[in-house]
Every structure is written in structure tokens, then in C-alpha cells.
């Protein structure tokens, strides 16, 4: 397992040159910033119309259409929506330099081949373990999340390892070296990120707080007391996690809460659970996710919306809302 510090960064790889990022959401705010105050020469690609051109500019970021921004770019960072990044990519790519860098934040396009770059570019991956805010608050704080790093094609032409020096420069510029960056490939960090997404960072854990929550209220529990056990303290315990793994939350909870733990948690997260968990992984390994993903956006995400609707109107939302309006510093630093 390789992993890389700002010893290992060829910052002349970056220097003087050009970096577009397009799109100005969570990561590419993050990004453009990171990098424009490591003293990176730093463009956003944006729509004149859209929010993201007057964000930008009020962030004090230089601005252009996408297919403007990146002209003689030597990067261009891809940081639009998923599945928006073949369009805009048919769309900037006659405008790309001879010999640029193409990188992404997320595998999906190029290792689910919805998009197939010219021969001449460098294809390259910086991928942050953390939301664009993160990203932010991270750097400005003198730290950085950690990146994962691939390379899918240096670019015909090009220098030996030209992409990946680049791409080094970039999660630098962004802050990923002070906590590290993995060497990774395109189809593992897609298909681990989409695996962790589904099964426990947002699909796991969601259902799980959510159930819990509908049990404590069905059997004549407040509603309050059900959201504050369910979901208002599992960032105890992630904290705990994410500082010391097992080890450190198993320090720091009652023995009543190990024991209760150690002898129950098996019971909600069971064999079946793992099985399920399986097909799921072999979902994605197979396109099939993909697959559903991409048509579902393409017949206007009709089932997309419903179910969304029916989680944003979940009781669990109501109460929580009137709970989280008593503690407004949980929204300090958003």
C-alpha cells in the first residue's frame, strides 16, 4: 500500500500553469479555494446564468463558461454531478489543450465508460474522503481529509508519469497531503464509494436510525426521546470511531453499552444482512446499479423524487427539526 506526503510532490508539475475547475458544489467550492489560496492559478467553469458564476465571483474567483475556462488549461478538474460530466465533457472537449489532464473526484464516468477521453490526455483521479465542506474547514484549519489517487491513462506523448505528478500537485494544492493520499484505481475507489454509500455511510445507517426510531415511537415512546437515542447521538459514537476505531468507542461507553453491543449488535446486523450486502457489492461490480442510475435520470427521475419525498416527510424529520431549533450551534461553521 503506497501512500503519499508532501515530500513525495513534484510541485513544479503544477506551477504557473492553469487549473479549471468545473462546477462550484461542495467539492468544487472546496477545491477552487483550497487550491487558489495555495497559490494555484485557478479558473471556474460555470454557467453566466447559474448561481454558481455570482458564488464564485463573490468568493473571488476568476469566471468563465465551461468551454471557455478551460482553453489552455494543463488540468481541468471535472466536479459537476455525476451524471452531467459526459455531456459537459462533449461539450469542452475540442477546447482541451493538446496534452491536458482531465481529473475526477469520483470514478463512475470513466470505469463505467460514459465517457472515453481523447488518447493525448492524462485521465487521473484525486478523490477526498470527506464532503467539499470538510474539504474546506479541513485546510483552513492547517489539516486535510485524505485523498485517494489513480491514474487511468498518462496521456499519449506526454513525460513519464506526467498525470500522476499532476495529480499529486492537486490533491497537495487541496490539502490531501497533510492527511495523507492512497494509490487506488478507477474501479476499486467506484466501486468501494458506491458500496459504502448504499450498504453504511448513507443507506445503512439511515435505515437504521430510521427503524429505530419507528420501533421506540410504535411501542408509546416519545417521539423526542426516540430521535435524540436514534439519530441525535450516533455522532458520539462516529466521532469515537473515526478518532480510534472500535477501540477507542468501546473505551469511552458505559459496560452496559459494550455488553449491550457485543450481544445484540449481531442480531440487527446478521447473516442475511451480509448476504444482502453482497448482492448489492456484485450490483455494482456488474453495472446494474449503474445501469438504473443512469436511466432513472434519463426517464426524469421519477421514482428518484418520490422516494425522496417520502424520506423528507418521515415524522423523524418533523421532530428533528423542532429539536435541532433549540441547538443552533449545530449549524456553526456551514
Known sequence: ????????????????????????????????????DSGYNVVVGARRAGASWAKAKKDGLRVAEPATAVKGAALVALLTPDLTQPAVYEEIRT???????????????????????????????????????????????????????????????????????????????????????????????????????????CGGATELVVKGFETLVEAGYKPEAAYYECLHELKLIVDLLQEGGLAKMHQFISETAKYGDLTRGPRIVTGATKKEMKKILTEIQDGTFARQWIRETRTGKKQYNALLNKDLKHPIEKVGRALRARMPWLEQGR
Open 1 to 36: 500500500m503506497r501512500i503519499y506526503s508532501a515530500k513525495d510532490v513534484k510541485k513544479a508539475a503544477l506551477r504557473g500553469a492553469t487549473v479549471a475547475i468545473l462546477g462550484y458544489g461542495s467539492q468544487g467550492r472546496a477545491h477552487a479555494l483550497n487550491l487558489k
Open 95 to 201: 477546447n482541451l489543450a493538446p496534452g491536458a489532464t482531465l481529473l475526477f473526484a469520483h470514478g463512475f464516468n470513466i470505469h463505467f465508460k460514459q465517457i472515453k477521453p481523447r488518447k493525448d490526455l492524462g485521465v487521473v483521479l484525486i478523490a477526498p474522503k470527506g464532503p467539499g465542506d470538510l474539504v474546506r474547514r479541513q485546510y483552513q484549519q492547517g489539516r486535510g481529509v485524505p485523498c485517494l489517487i489513480a491514474v487511468a491513462q498518462n496521456g499519449a506523448g506526454r513525460a513519464k508519469n506526467q498525470a500522476k505528478d499532476q495529480a499529486l500537485a492537486y490533491a497537495h494544492g487541496i490539502g490531501g497531503t497533510r492527511g495523507g493520499v492512497l494509490e487506488t484505481t478507477f474501479e476499486e475507489e467506484t466501486v468501494t464509494d458506491l458500496f459504502g454509500e448504499q450498504v453504511v455511510l
